[in-house]
């Protein structure tokens, strides 16, 4: 074909898919290098059609991204889990609790302080992946040097809607003096955003220093 121009689309990881105008404004769609049919560049629909498998195929790439990262957070979790340690699941959101906590266990609309330290999660929770905290021991041995640092106890509503849904449904549950580390998927991160220096759609954790619970 004489082709004017072309461009790319890439169905999932494993379908090749082209479409290119050739310079008599029909558009030749492929899989595979072998033609499916023959689009008239110009017509609206056909571009929609187009646009919605698109979309289509971005949607099935980044469900098989958050697989992916709940596959690997299961398997920390599995290595993790021992001792007197135990795991929660709720919505998403799993909790892997280091040191069990005493007292009431906070309700959806409760409110709760604590320490903590956040991280993109690829595997493993690090400081080289660290992002922000708020617990000076943590920052420390980060070697984290900030020139006006904030280690105040995080008091948060549970009805905050700032708060992000993973760590809103990790927290459900806690007790005062709990230790424990809550990771999901990027779904319940901040989703298709960057936020800063988090990539979107990053898996994350976040270690908790759980300091009161009240659900008054």
């Keep these: ?9 890439v169905i999932g990881f494993n379908i090749d898919t082209r479409l290119w105008r050739r310079t008599d404004g029909v558009c030749q769609y492929t899989i595979f290098n072998q033609n ?4 008239d560049y110009t017509d609206p629909l056909a571009m929609v059609v187009i646009a919605a498998i698109s979309c289509s195929c971005v949607k099935e790439k980044l469900e098989m991204t958050y697989n992916k990262q709940e596959a690997n957070i299961d398997k920390y979790i599995t290595s993790n889990l021992k001792d007197e340690r135990t795991v929660t ?14 007292g009431e266990e906070l309700a959806a609309d409760g409110t709760v ?5 956040g991280y993109t999660f690829n595997g493993n929770i690090n400081s080289a992946n660290m992002f922000a905290t708020n617990h000076e021991a943590t920052a420390t041995a980060a070697k984290w040097e900030l020139t006006d640092p904030d280690y105040a106890i995080m008091e948060i509503d549970m009805n905050d809607s700032r708060l992000l849904e993973g760590v809103r449904n990790g927290l459900l549950g806690v007790k005062a003096g709990e230790e424990c580390e809550i990771l999901f998927c990027g779904k319940y991160g901040f989703g298709n955003s960057t936020f800063g220096m988090i990539p979107a759609n990053s898996a994350l954790a976040f270690k908790i220093w759980v300091v009161n619970v009240s659900n008054d």
Excluded: C
């Design 113 to 117: 302080g604590f320490y903590y330290a």
């Design 36 to 39: 499916v049919a023959a689009i």
């Design 1 to 9: 074909h004489d082709i004017g121009s072309w461009f790319k689309v």
């Design 89 to 102: 699941y709720n919505n998403g959101s799993a909790r892997l609790t280091l040191v069990a906590g005493e």
